[in-house]
């Protein structure tokens, strides 16, 4: 175990919420472009959804 009086102070300008998020770069994880390239993926999947039920409410 680390000795908690061997971490300075200044870890906490690396530690802020803000830069936990954007560290999580992974499949799934929470970094902006993650979020921003899951959002456009759901925006498709509506678009193509949409088109499905309006094509077979015109079938009927």
Request: aromatic share 10%.
């Amino acid at each position: 175990m680390t000795d908690p009086a061997l971490i300075s102070e200044d870890i906490f300008k690396f530690l802020t919420i803000e830069q936990m998020i954007q560290w999580r770069k992974s499949h799934g994880g929470t970094a902006a472009e993650n979020v921003a390239a899951a959002v456009e993926a759901a925006e498709k999947q509506l678009e193509i959804y949409s088109l499905r039920v309006r094509i077979s409410f015109f079938e009927i």
